[in-house]
């Protein structure tokens, strides 16, 4: 079942809530990620959806495979510096999940911290 939608939200614009509650640890959502090069993710468009994606990797990974647009909710996700999810990385699959990092209540935002320097303000 699942326990999120989309919508927008003012002052934020697009975002992910709770329709249901959640629990710590549960997965909100696993999410398919298309990788491409760091250039192609800066195209117009898209710069505002990547994701690093192999280029955590120790090496660097593939330049191929640098970052990612997230299907799904995914991309739509905001940040938050106290956030009440967080990724987890499947590599091997070409996914992330959204895991809860405490209890969600319905009708409640759920961000992660997208731990890089923002390219915006944030909203509160």
Known sequence: ???ISYV????????VLATAAIA?????ERSPVLPL??????CPGL?????AWEENFDDGGDPAKACCIGLGYLSLYNHSAEPNAR???HYDSNEISIIALRDIAPGEEITYDYVVPLWFTAAT
């Open 24 to 28: 710590k640890g549960e997965t909100v």
């Open 8 to 15: 927008k939200i003012e002052g934020k614009g697009r975002g």
């Open 87 to 89: 990724l987890d990385h």
């Open 47 to 51: 710069s505002d959806y990547a994701m």
């Open 1 to 3: 079942m699942q326990k």
């Open 37 to 42: 090069a760091l250039p192609d993710s800066e």
